[in-house]
Nanobody, 124 residues
């Protein structure tokens, strides 16, 4: 079993920055795709970014140039650095993990392990 524990989010003014973290109980001890998803009220959970076991990083077009995913193997932790935040970034953010060497899916239903979710609110 992989347990994912996320940091708390917060309220940030538009244009500001926030970093989320996700600590995995077994990250680095096996091969996992780690991903970030977000879900706004009344919307589906959508993929934001992922990082595979080799450290390769991908982000969604909607956040490209503003968000970055990274990992710290020593801490078994992945991060989502969010810069230039926009009102439409307001959502509950979830980290997720799926066993495997690479990230082959961006569908939420394919991920086995999930963090508890954290609220990010961007204000005007």
């Amino acid at each position: 079993q992989v347990q994912l524990v996320q940091s708390e989010g917060g309220s940030v003014q538009a244009g500001g920055s926030l970093r989320l973290s996700c600590a995995a109980s077994q990250y680095g001890r096996g091969r996992y795709c780690m991903a970030w998803f977000r879900q706004a009220p009344g919307k589906e959970r959508v993929w934001v970014a992922d990082i595979n076991s080799y450290g390769d990083q991908m982000v969604a077009d909607s956040v490209k140039g503003r968000f970055a995913i990274s990992g710290d193997n020593a801490k078994n932790t992945v991060y989502l650095q969010m810069n230039s935040l926009k009102l439409e970034d307001t959502a509950t953010y979830f980290c997720a993990a799926e066993p495997g060497a690479g990230c082959y899916t961006r569908s939420a239903v394919e991920f086995d392990y999930w963090g508890q979710g954290t609220q990010v609110t961007v204000t005007s």
